[in-house]
């Protein structure tokens, strides 16, 4: 139901979007942002839930306008996280941590981009790489091992101008990840992560 969603507001985005482009200006933010995963999980053999971490990172997202009201935002970053299968008939089982790679392409709508307030909508796709998996030192496991994830985000902000060039920025987005995990090449687990990520930061328009 949540991909149906956000599905249908990135259809409705992009069916209103101008059919030509012209050149406009870009946009280039540096936000701190919170990562706050909606986790949960569907484990084969052993049964449980999964607890994953909220992580506080920053993030780099480039705009570029392609009318004065469309554009089309890059947003960059990484975040680790520790994870832990809870309530297994294992017990709990720490899982050790993982770092995501999720860059993010969103079309955004902006309300009001000539104004001292300047609120915006998107929507957009994302792909979520996993690396740097580790499992804890002494750790019964041997191996981890996490899919890469490909779905649908949806966004909401506002930029506040102090001046020509300069903006400062509060942005809300929902990302849809889930990965298929491989524990000791054996037991397999259907996670979603789905995080909430709230940024605060500072832009200049060039």
Request: net charge negative; glycine share 8%; hydrophobic share 45%.
């Amino acid at each position: 139901m949540k991909r149906l969603y956000l599905t249908a507001a990135l259809v409705a985005l992009v069916a209103a979007a101008p059919a030509s482009a012209e050149s406009g200006d870009w946009l280039v933010r540096l936000r701190g942002i919170n990562v706050a995963p909606n986790e949960s999980a569907d484990i084969a053999t052993i049964g449980g839930d999964v607890d994953i971490d909220t992580s506080i990172v920053p993030e780099l997202d480039i705009t570029y306008f392609v009318r004065d009201q469309w554009a089309l935002e890059l947003i960059l970053g990484v975040t680790p996280h520790d994870v832990m299968a809870v309530g297994t008939s294992l017990g709990d089982v720490d899982l050790g941590d993982v770092t995501l790679l999720p860059p993010t392409l969103t079309l955004q709508y902006h309300l009001n981009p000539d104004g001292q307030v300047r609120p915006y909508l998107g929507a957009g796709v994302n792909y979520t790489h996993f690396f740097d998996a580790d499992l804890p030192a002494g750790s019964t496991l041997t191996a981890i091992d996490y899919d890469a994830s490909f779905g649908l985000a949806a966004q909401a902000g506002v930029d506040f101008a102090l001046d020509e060039d300069w903006v400062f920025n509060v942005d809300v987005k929902y990302i849809d990840i889930d990965t298929d995990v491989t524990i000791n090449g054996a037991i397999a687990a259907d996670v979603q992560i789905d995080p909430v990520v709230f940024g605060l930061g500072f832009g200049r328009r060039f």
